[in-house]
Structure formats: C-alpha cells, structure tokens
Nanobody
Framework: QVQLVESGGGLVQPGGSLRLSCAAS????????MGWYRQAPGKQRELVAT???????NSADSVKGRFTISRDNAKKTVYLQMNSLKPEDTAVYYC?????????WGQGTQVTVSS
C-alpha cells in the first residue's frame, strides 16, 4: 500500500524556520514529480512547491526566496525548508506524488506561525 507520511510541522514564531519531510513507501519514487501543497482554514488547497524527477523546481510567488523544495531519491523523501515564516503561512501542509497515471496524497502536517 502506497504511503506518504509527512513530518516536521509544529508551532513556530514569525521569522522562524521549519523543515518538513515526506517519506514515501511502496512506490518507485524516482519517477514521481513530488509537491507540497497547503490548505488554510476556509481556503482552497494551493500549490507551494514542486520538484520534478530531474530536479527542476517551481514554487508559488508567495514563498519564493523563503521556501526550498528538495528530494532524496535514495531515501524516497521530499523536503520543504521553510524560512522567514509568516503568520499567513499557517496551514495544513500536504505532500503529493504524481505521474501521468497516478496521484497520491499524504495525510498532512499542521504548521502554525504565531507569536
């Protein structure tokens, strides 16, 4: 059974940093484009950042220069380094694995930015 398990969320003060991890199992990780998405209360889920099988990255304008996505194919893990966090970054963060045929989502991890 395919599993994507996120970790690393929590409560952080504005200006702080967190590193999210998403560990995949039972998939051929190397062939999947991996992404991070987030959903704040009362809002739609939105793209945060993606990384292709070749390592090309894309990120939302709201996080450019602050968040960095990376992947370790040997560990079947994708990361999201989040720096200079703002209260508006508060959301549940979800990991996604996608090919042209299949899409898998993790269960989400809560990130709260508050003083």
């Amino acid at each position: 059974q395919v599993q994507l398990v996120e970790s690393g969320g929590g409560l952080v003060q504005p200006g702080g940093s967190l590193r999210l991890s998403c560990a995949a199992s039972e998939i051929n990780f190397r062939i999947y484009t991996m992404g991070w998405y987030r959903q704040a209360p009362g809002k739609q889920r939105e793209l945060v950042a993606t990384i292709t099988t070749g390592g090309m990255t894309n990120s939302a304008d709201s996080v450019k220069g602050r968040f960095t996505i990376s992947r370790d194919n040997a560990k079947k893990t994708v990361y999201l380094q989040m720096n200079s966090l703002k209260p508006e970054d508060t959301a549940v963060y979800y990991c996604k694995a996608q090919t042209t045929l299949r899409t898998y989502w993790g269960q989400g991890t809560q990130v709260t930015v508050s003083s």
